[in-house]
């Protein structure tokens, strides 16, 4: 499976479609399901969306019981019960399956590896100097990587259809924003992992809020694909952040968060368990010993 080849695996808004004709309707056959997304239509390409239902299956999000396509729990409790409010939350749900260690079992394989290709572009993006990397044009990003990658035999893109289907699913799901330059930020997405990192606690030390966002995200610093991407990177072509410094993706969503009011960002004089932002040209920020979950008056996206 290759979810960044938008051509073969369609659209997030294919998903979007499918989401909210299941939710509105409840399960049905795979056939009804694809002519309720208008899959006899002319305007509709129904090979796209056909392989976009086998794909997101195949994931996880749908399943096919008694001869009917369900969602399969607890996603779909966790959509809720109107069109609206599932696509309002899909972002999330669909973010978590992608990254789920299940459908990356074989992150560096280009067959059988399920979502393995997003996860693999996304923490060498996320790994990238945010305020100086050119994502205006796959040209850019095709020399970036070749300059990078230390072994030949690995790959992040392969093509610009991928680079296109990654600008498409990082806004997405949280770890950009749009424009004609696409900004590399992970805000939304850490913003969304807050209440997992802060499962049993109010506060952390800054090394294990780390830590715990990387179990949640293993596409930032310190996560598990983000670590199997490193290992590949030439290390004079690409600067590793130094013990306790975060990446400039990372120190740009926290720095936001901050400022919203979602979290609060304190130095005191432990500074083993603190971590370093890092901003643009390398410089430092700021350092930060501790961080604090602020009490929540409303969810932001």
Wanted: hydrophobic fraction near 45%.
């Amino acid at each position: 499976m290759r979810v960044l080849n938008q051509a073969s695996e369609g659209l997030y808004t294919l998903l979007i479609l499918l989401v909210r004709a299941h939710v509105r309707m409840g399960p049905m056959s795979r056939e009804d399901l694809l002519t309720a997304c208008g899959a006899d239509l002319d305007v509709v390409d129904a090979g796209h969306l056909t392989r976009t239902l086998n794909r997101w299956t195949e994931l996880g999000l749908f399943t096919i019981h008694n001869n009917l396509v369900v969602l399969t729990s607890p996603y779909g409790d966790a959509l809720g019960k109107t069109p609206d409010q599932a696509e309002a939350r899909l972002p999330k749900i669909a973010r978590t399956i992608a990254l789920s260690a299940e459908n990356n079992a074989r992150i560096w394989e280009a067959e059988a590896a399920k979502s393995a290709d997003l996860c693999r572009a996304l923490s060498w993006l996320l790994a990238q100097d945010v305020y100086a990397i050119d994502t205006s044009a796959p040209k850019a990003i095709a020399g970036l990587e070749i300059d990078q990658l230390a072994d030949a035999s690995r790959c992040i893109f392969q093509n610009e259809t991928r680079w296109n289907g990654l600008r498409a699913w990082m806004p997405y799901l949280g770890f950009a924003r749009e424009g004609a330059q696409m900004a590399i930020d992970p805000t939304v997405a850490v913003r969304d992992a807050l209440s997992e990192v802060f499962a049993a606690t109010s506060n952390l030390t800054a090394r294990q809020f780390v830590d715990a966002l990387a179990c949640v995200l293993p596409v930032l610093d310190r996560g598990a694909y983000w670590t199997q991407v490193e290992t590949f990177l030439n290390p004079a072509r690409w600067r590793k952040p130094a013990d306790g410094q975060v990446s400039t993706a990372l120190s740009r969503a926290l720095q936001r968060l901050e400022f919203e009011g979602q979290i609060a960002l304190e130095r005191g004089a432990d500074a083993k368990e603190g971590m370093m932002l890092t901003g643009a040209g390398g410089r430092i920020w700021r350092e930060v010993t501790d961080v604090r979950r602020c009490e929540q008056k409303g969810a932001k996206r």
